[in-house]
C-alpha cells in the first residue's frame, strides 16, 4: 500500500515571498503520479500541479513548480511570489498507474497561511 | 472549461435517514470516484466505478454505501442508514480514461449528521 506523508501541518510566508511544501511517499511501484491539490476554505479541491514519475524533468505551473526527487521518493511544492490567494490547505496526493482504476492517495495536508 | 458539479453543496440530516448525493461528471469521462474528508483529516478513497460496476472500494465502503450511474450524466451515492460519524465533505471525481490521467474533482457536499 502507498502512503503519503507531508510533515508540516501548518506553515507560514510572507506575501510576494517564496515557500516550499514538503511531501515524502512510500511506494513500491515504479510508474506512478504525484500531484499537488489546493482546498481553499471553499473546501474546493483543485489542482496545482502533477508530474509522471518517468520523467526526470521537475514539472512547473506558472508560479507553482515542483522538486521530484524519486530515489528519494520525496516531492516538494514551491509557490514563488506568494499571493494572498494561496491561502489554503494544499494537499500532496499519489496516484499509481497499475491497474485500471487508480485511486489516489493522499497526505494530511499542510495549512498554509500568507501574510500580507 | 468542463467541470464536475455536484449537489446538494449542504445536507443536514437525521441520523438514521437515508441520503443521496448527487454527481455530474465530466461529459466524456469514464471513470468516477467518490472520497470523502472528515472535518480536519485527510480526503479518504471510498469507492471507483467503472463500466456501470464497482472498481474498487475501501474498507469505509460498506453495506449502509452504495453508488450508481441511473443515467448517461448523474452518478449518486447513497447512505442508506446516516450515522453521526458519516458527517463530512463528500468529493466525487472523474477522469477520462484508465492510464495517467488527473481525476477532477467536484466542489463536494458538505454533509452533517445530526
Known amino acids: 500500500a502507498q502512503t503519503v506523508t507531508q510533515s508540516q501541518p501548518e506553515m507560514s510566508v510572507q506575501e510576494a515571498e517564496t515557500v516550499t511544501l514538503s511531501c515524502t511517499y512510500d511506494t513500491s511501484e515504479s510508474n506512478y503520479y504525484l500531484f499537488w491539490y489546493k482546498q481553499p476554505p471553499s473546501r474546493q479541491m483543485i489542482l496545482v500541479i502533477r508530474?509522471?514519475?518517468?520523467?526526470?524533468q521537475n514539472a512547473t505551473e506558472n508560479r507553482f513548480s515542483v522538486n521530484f526527487q524519486k530515489a528519494a521518493k520525496s516531492f516538494s511544492l514551491k509557490i514563488s511570489d506568494s499571493q494572498l490567494g494561496d491561502t489554503a490547505m494544499y494537499f500532496c496526493a499519489f496516484m499509481s498507474l497499475s491497474g485500471g482504476y487508480q485511486k489516489v492517495t493522499f497526505g494530511t495536508g499542510t495549512k498554509l497561511q500568507v501574510i500580507p | 472549461e468542463p467541470e464536475v458539479t455536484q449537489t446538494p453543496s449542504h445536507q443536514v440530516t437525521q441520523m438514521g435517514q437515508e441520503v443521496i448525493l448527487r454527481c455530474v461528471p465530466i461529459s466524456n469521462h469514464l471513470y468516477f470516484y467518490w472520497y470523502r474528508q472528515i472535518l480536519g483529516q485527510k480526503v479518504e478513497f471510498l469507492v471507483s466505478f467503472y463500466n456501470n460496476e464497482i472498481s474498487e472500494k475501501s474498507e469505509i465502503f460498506d453495506d449502509q454505501f452504495s453508488v450508481e450511474r441511473p443515467d448517461g450524466s448523474n452518478f449518486t451515492l447513497k447512505i442508506r442508514s446516516t450515522k453521526l460519524e458519516d458527517s463530512a465533505m463528500y468529493f466525487c471525481a472523474s477522469k477520462i480514461q484508465a492510464g495517467g490521467e488527473t481525476q477532477y474533482f467536484g466542489p463536494g457536499t458538505r454533509l452533517l449528521v445530526l
Open positions: 508530474q509522471e514519475a518517468y520523467k526526470q
